[in-house]
């Protein structure tokens, strides 16, 4: 450990520790750094920064939790083993967005409720957009790191076609979230588009109905006036004959309304 904290210049040994670091890769005389940072499987999406130096000669990987820096047996082997396996575990975890997103299509298009579907929708956006900023600076990274071990120094045993996996397997996981964002935008639409023709249908209703009982409306107010000669106010059959005149007033309008809505 001591012969790598000679050569190691103070910032990036705190670039190294920091777990929240976005990936990115250097190159400075006697060492080159690489962080990449990436989204790990446990029990919720997290994103960790994994950072290694290379020497001339050999490769370390800085171990956060126990602050170390741990020597690799291989120089180029090893650490395409471990970024790797994190990759991998990742592809598999990010399956189960894939369902998350499927179902709630599913679900839009067989139009049953589900109280909790934009908060789900919301959520998924959240998380996925997150993986797709984070895969594309780590995308970024890897290229130039693969870009300069190949043509710089093509003598040191880099692994080239294990890195340009690595590259393809990044680059096939951010094209995944790009897709499941898409898909997500495109359920959002939808769901504001039936969300709002649901709306505008019962508007449509209640405007009908208001177009039948305004007449209703005008009359009771009319004869709810405190004044005098109003018809039908004397006589023993003022409000049989002002029930007689609404209801006639009500067949009248909805007949309107209802040759109002065929013509339309």
């Known amino acids: 450990m001591k012969e790598i904290l000679d050569i190691l210049d103070e910032l990036h040994l705190k670039d190294l520790k920091n777990a929240r670091h976005p990936s990115y890769f250097d190159v400075n005389e006697g060492y080159n750094m690489l962080i990449l940072r990436l989204p790990i499987c446990e029990k919720e999406l997290e994103f960790y920064s994994f950072g290694f130096v290379f020497t001339k000669h050999a490769s370390y990987y800085y171990n956060i939790s126990k602050e170390v820096f741990e020597k690799f047996d291989t120089k180029f082997q090893e650490p395409y083993l471990f970024i790797n396996t994190h990759i991998d575990s990742f592809m598999k975890m990010f399956s189960s967005y894939q369902n998350q997103v499927q179902e709630m299509e599913e679900i839009l298009y067989s139009e049953r409720d589900k109280k909790d579907f934009m908060s789900t929708w919301f959520a998924l956006k959240r998380d996925i957009t997150r993986v797709e900023s984070v895969l594309e600076k780590a995308l970024y990274t890897m290229n130039d790191f693969i870009e300069h071990y190949?043509?710089?120094?093509?003598?040191?045993?880099?692994?080239?076609?294990?890195?340009?996996?690595?590259h393809e397997h990044l680059e096939r996981s951010k094209h995944s979230s790009t897709l499941q964002l898409s898909k997500l935008d495109y359920i959002y639409n939808f769901y504001n588009t039936r969300t709002n023709e649901r709306m505008n249908r019962l508007i449509y209703i209640l405007t009908i109905i208001s177009a039948i009982f305004l007449p209703l409306n005008l009359m009771v107010g009319f004869f709810g006036m405190n004044t005098t000669g109003l018809p039908f106010s004397s006589g023993s059959n003022g409000t049989s004959n002002v029930m007689m005149s609404m209801f006639a007033l009500f067949i009248i309008s909805s007949i309107f309304v209802l040759f109002w809505k065929k013509r339309v």
């Open 150 to 166: 190949e043509v710089l120094h093509p003598d040191e045993g880099f692994l080239v076609n294990n890195y340009a996996d690595l």
